[in-house]
């Protein structure tokens, strides 16, 4: 195949030696031999390949033929060490799939806000006080300590409904309970799906909107209504197929039959990056199904405290406001108060908008220690590749002295080393999307080893992005300074010097391969 950059070179060959020939044949024409001619016409026209170098320098695309050069005599260089080049890559790419890895969950429980419209809106309902309420004789719920507070999220429904009256037209507050499992069965197919009861108006507070058919509304939250669910998208696929038709049809949970009121749109997958909830079953609807006290059911005792409560705020109602309106009207909620009233929990609001609070916290600490760790693996990895591109300069200086002594400058040396660098950084990089997908499963159950969820993260574009942002970093890190000590030999010295040695030895005292 004939490239345009053959036919330029094979142009510029003729170009020269037809030159050379109208030099020789001047002198020639002088009255010198052809020999002595042919001498004076090439010392008068110059190193032909200086003048090559100027003339490709001079073209349009001349920094394309230069990198085409560059990235030719990289891969010669790299296959004639192929075990110490196969070792630098590999280390590269665990290091850097590793650290994509770490970095994804990071942006997906730390950073990342939940799929919602606008999700500053959102806020979690938590309340702190100095123990476990007097008012509550069962809870389920999260605890956690904080400067001597006990901060939990477990509210009674009555204390639900009170917030919701006392904000109405202010803010929207809505209830779930925890996950759990649940026996289901659907078009003759059983299996064991993950069961979140929610209140009616628990979607609409989200403004999460339907792919098919209809969400669950208050008149669907009421002992006497008839039993609807609605199921994520990844349940709609994995468990019942993808069926266009699905709305309608009848979900068997835990031996009693629903209708599916409606599939949730893709986007939402919970709320919080661990949530594995499946399938959405309206409050009174799931503990009506349970076993009641004396004819009374978990929501119709106010001292069982088991409802987690989320809410959007409207309009311009700030946090402070509804953090100090919800705790006037708290202690209405009960009807037994505390003996001592430093006992009384008050209310505390945090940010909604990544999802629950007490998640995160709970995997901050595993993430953090996972992404000290990667991290560290990175910095030695690029330690180690740094000292072996020093070691490798260093057994290259006659070759650097040469092209020194026949004109090359420094700064195409450097570009000639950092092209190098770069493509075991490509090759490293390439290789870590392949130990990025299979770390994210491995870190993320890691994380949630002892939690009831765990982190679905995706791989797309932004891990994509992420894994060129570390090769690059990766790239800066043992790249630079080798080419830049590398391309600093002095030719003539190291010349001069080379007969029998290894190489040129500096006299200076601080050696830069020792530092790496």
């Excluded at 919080?272 to 799931?286: A, K, M, N, R, T």
């Excluded at 993430?367 to 020093?390: E, M, Q, W, Y």
Aim: net charge positive; proline share 3%; with cysteine.
């Amino acid at each position: 195949m004939n490239f345009s950059w053959k036919r330029a070179e094979s142009e510029l060959d003729r170009e020269i030696a037809d030159h050379l020939r109208q030099l020789t044949a001047e002198y020639e024409r002088q009255g010198y031999a052809p020999e002595e001619a042919k001498r004076l016409a090439k010392r008068e026209f110059g190193g032909g390949e200086q003048i090559k170098e100027r003339c490709r320098d001079e073209r349009r695309f001349a920094w394309a033929n230069g990198l085409r050069q560059d990235i030719v005599f990289g891969c010669r260089m790299m296959r004639r060490t192929p075990v110490v080049t196969a070792a630098a890559v590999l280390s590269l790419a665990l290091a850097i799939g590793a650290s994509t890895a770490i970095v994804s969950i990071m942006d997906v429980v730390m950073w990342h806000d939940l799929p919602l419209p606008d999700p500053q809106q959102i806020v979690n309902v938590n309340w702190r006080g100095h123990g476990f309420p007097e008012m509550a004789d069962s809870a389920s719920g999260s605890a956690d300590r904080d400067q001597g507070w006990y901060v939990a999220d477990f509210f009674s429904y009555n204390g639900f409904q009170v917030f919701q009256q006392r904000l109405a037209g202010k803010a929207s507050v809505a209830a779930f309970a925890h996950e759990q499992d649940a026996s289901v069965s659907f078009s003759g197919e059983a299996g064991i799906a993950h069961e979140r009861l929610v209140s009616g108006n628990f979607f609409s507070t989200l403004k999460i909107k339907p792919e098919m058919g209809r969400l669950l509304s208050n008149m669907d939250d009421r002992y006497a209504a008839a039993p609807a669910v609605c199921v994520s998208h990844a349940y709609w696929v994995k468990a019942l197929h993808s069926a266009p038709q699905a709305t309608g049809k009848t979900l068997t949970i835990n031996n009693r039959e629903y209708t599916i009121a409606g599939v949730l749109e893709r986007s939402f997958s919970g709320l919080f990056p661990g949530d594995l909830s499946e399938i959405y079953v309206p409050l009174h609807q799931g503990f009506s199904a349970g076993d009641s006290i004396k004819g009374k059911t978990p929501l119709d005792d106010e001292r069982n405290w088991g409802l987690q409560l989320i809410a959007r705020r409207e309009g311009d109602f700030s946090e402070r406001q509804m953090q100090a309106t919800m705790d006037t009207v708290f202690p209405s909620s009960w009807s037994r108060q505390p003996k001592d009233a430093a006992n009384t929990p008050h209310v505390l609001l945090n940010e909604g908008r990544r999802g629950l609070g007490f998640l995160r916290e709970n995997f901050r600490n595993p993430l953090l220690v996972l992404g000290g760790l990667v991290g560290l693996l990175l910095l030695i990895a690029c330690t180690n590749i740094a000292n072996l591109l020093l070691s490798r300069g260093a057994a290259r200086q006659r070759e650097v002295a040469t092209r020194i002594s026949l004109g090359c400058g420094r700064a195409r040396l450097m570009r000639q080393f950092l092209t190098e660098s770069a493509l075991l950084a490509l090759f490293g990089g390439i290789g870590s999307i392949a130990v990025a997908y299979v770390t994210q499963g491995l870190f993320a159950q890691f994380v949630t080893s002892h939690r009831s969820g765990r982190i679905a993260v995706g791989f797309g574009a932004e891990a994509l992005a992420i894994i060129l942002a570390t090769t690059l970093l990766a790239l800066a890190i043992f790249g630079i300074f080798p080419a830049w000590r590398a391309s600093a030999v002095p030719s003539a010295e190291t010349l001069k010097n080379w007969g029998g040695s290894v190489g040129y030895r500096s006299r200076r005292r601080w050696n830069s391969g020792r530092a790496c």
